[in-house]
């Protein structure tokens, strides 16, 4: 397997656990796919506060009757834990962030703190497709910003998940070792195979309300 660690046992001369290297490539992922879900979630959080000023006016998000913010922030889904989830994200989407860039500047990362990341970045990942169900089997509307946001996370999961997995960081079986050291490379096909059974999904659960879109 492919390890980017100081010593092959993780530990360094020193007795102390050897920090992990991770490649720009997955720096860059976490950068992008960051800002791109932090501006999805400030996004929502601009729009909840217009609607807290205006409730009975619509949304620059609302496009449609299946296609509209407004009508997602107004269910208990929009805040699960008692507040407006976009709150979360607007903390949550910044650590990979500043973690993309401490790994461009050089910096170097512990085992338990990569285990750590890519628990909290799991975490995120299942709480979108969580949200995604919820839009496309009980909400029956799509949130643009949400969406947004969906793909932010996704472009950092996907190739932080093939790293850990290729890393040892997650251990997977032996015979699986290949596939990992050759999946890294194209995470990129991977985050573009998830979207699209995504955006397929979206597809196919409002087929008959897509004429709305073009024809008002």
């Known amino acids: 397997m492919s390890q980017s660690i100081e010593t092959p046992q993780n530990i360094d001369q020193s007795g102390q656990e050897a920090r992990i290297v991770a490649p720009k490539s997955l720096a860059l992922s976490l950068?992008?796919?960051g800002f791109i879900a932090?501006?999805?979630?400030?996004s929502l959080v601009i729009e909840r506060i217009q609607l807290a000023e205006h409730p009975s006016g619509s949304l620059s998000c609302?496009?449609?009757?299946?296609i509209s913010c407004k009508s997602v922030m107004l269910t208990w889904q929009s805040h699960l834990l008692g507040f407006p989830n976009p709150l979360i994200g607007v903390a949550g989407f910044a650590i990979p962030i500043v973690?993309?860039?401490?790994i461009l500047?050089?910096?170097?990362?512990a085992q338990w703190f990569w285990?750590?990341?890519v628990v909290g970045i799991g975490a995120a990942m299942a709480f979108i497709l969580w949200l995604f169900s919820q839009s496309l089997l009980v909400i029956n509307v799509l949130c643009p910003y949400c969406m947004v946001s969906w793909v932010g996370t996704i472009m950092m999961f996907?190739?932080?998940a093939l790293f850990a997995f290729?890393?040892?960081?997650?251990?997977?079986?032996?015979?699986?070792?290949a596939f990992w050291d050759a999946a890294y490379p194209k995470a990129w096909l991977f985050v573009i195979g998830v979207d699209l059974l995504i955006v397929l999904a979206i597809v196919i659960r409002f087929w008959s309300r897509w004429p709305i879109l073009f024809h008002g």
């Open 166 to 177: 290729r890393e040892d960081i997650i251990e997977m079986p032996v015979r699986t070792t």
């Open 38 to 42: 932090w501006i999805g979630a400030f």
């Open 31 to 33: 950068i992008i796919g």
């Open 99 to 102: 973690v993309g860039f401490a």
């Open 62 to 66: 609302d496009l449609n009757v299946f």
């Open 158 to 160: 996907v190739p932080l």
């Open 115 to 117: 285990v750590a990341f």
């Open 105 to 109: 500047a050089g910096a170097r990362f």
